[in-house]
């Protein structure tokens, strides 16, 4: 959850970026946007793939983890489209405006459902995790 925090977040400071320029402090919200970032939501995507990685050593391969694989392969690769916005707003550089991240904000709602939706449609011949030694 924190990662998606992270990736619901991000989209956010971006339009509060944007919403006065002439008000926008880079000295305030670089430091934040990079602590949420690099400090909360990078960590947490790795150790959520991490772990996501041993449950697939228990989970036989089929049309359902092949989806949920699926939905966050998009999720990291959105992560890493959020970290390229970053790096360019902090350059300066920035080709999009407020309502491109308003709508980007949403995408993450939109993969969070669709993993919910798919954890919760586990199929039976999917038992409990072995317990541990």
Do not use: C, S
Request: charged share 10%; glycine share 10%; aromatic share 14%.
């Amino acid at each position: 959850m924190v990662w998606f925090t992270g990736l619901f977040f991000l989209p956010r400071l971006f339009v509060a970026r944007h919403r006065d320029e002439a008000d926008a402090d880079p000295a305030y919200f670089n430091p934040v946007a990079n602590l949420l970032f690099f400090r909360l939501a990078t960590p947490a995507a790795i150790a959520a793939i991490a772990l996501g990685m041993v449950l697939i050593a228990y989970v036989p391969f089929g049309v359902w983890l092949a989806a949920k694989l699926g939905i966050v392969t998009l999720a990291v690769l959105m992560h890493l489209y959020l970290g390229l916005h970053l790096y360019q707003l902090g350059h300066g550089r920035d080709r999009h405006g407020a309502t491109f991240y308003r709508v980007l904000g949403w995408l993450p709602l939109f993969l969070l459902l669709a993993l919910a939706a798919l954890t919760g449609a586990k199929p039976d011949g999917i038992g409990p995790l072995p317990a541990l030694p």
